[in-house]
Nanobody, 119 residues
Framework: QVQLVESGGGLVRAGGSLRLSCTAS????????AGWFRQAPGKEREFVAS?????YYADSVKGRFTISRDNAKNTVYLQMNSLKPEDTAVYYC???????????????WGQGTQVTVSS
């Protein structure tokens, strides 16, 4: 059973940056596709980015966010630059055997970390 723990969320002003981390235990993260999702109040969980041998991004974050992996640390990162108030959400990392933007196809989830971007 893979456990995922996110960290790095917080409050930042528009235009600022944050880096989220997601560290896995109980399994080898490199065996899985890793994804980041986010959920704002009253909205459905939405895809942000995923990484296997390549990377995929939602159009809303392309050019601003970067997903990366450090297999030696069993960790996946989400570097978020040029943040906007509409990026405010709880951010979740996920791991699964399928590279997809569908949250229902991921097997393991972290508890989430809050990102708040003020205007």
């Amino acid at each position: 059973q893979v456990q995922l723990v996110e960290s790095g969320g917080g409050l930042v002003r528009a235009g600022g940056s944050l880096r989220l981390s997601c560290t896995a235990s109980g399994g080898t993260l490199s065996r899985y596709s890793a994804g980041w999702f986010r959920q704002a109040p009253g909205k459905e969980r939405e895809f942000v980015a995923s990484a296997t041998w390549t990377t995929y991004y939602a159009d809303s974050v392309k050019g601003r966010f970067t997903i990366s992996r450090d297999n030696a640390k069993n960790t996946v990162y989400l570097q978020m630059n040029s943040l906007k108030p509409e990026d405010t959400a709880v951010y979740y990392c996920a791991a699964g055997l399928t590279t997809t933007d569908r949250p229902d196809l991921y097997d393991y989830w972290g508890q989430g970390t809050q990102v708040t971007v003020s205007s």
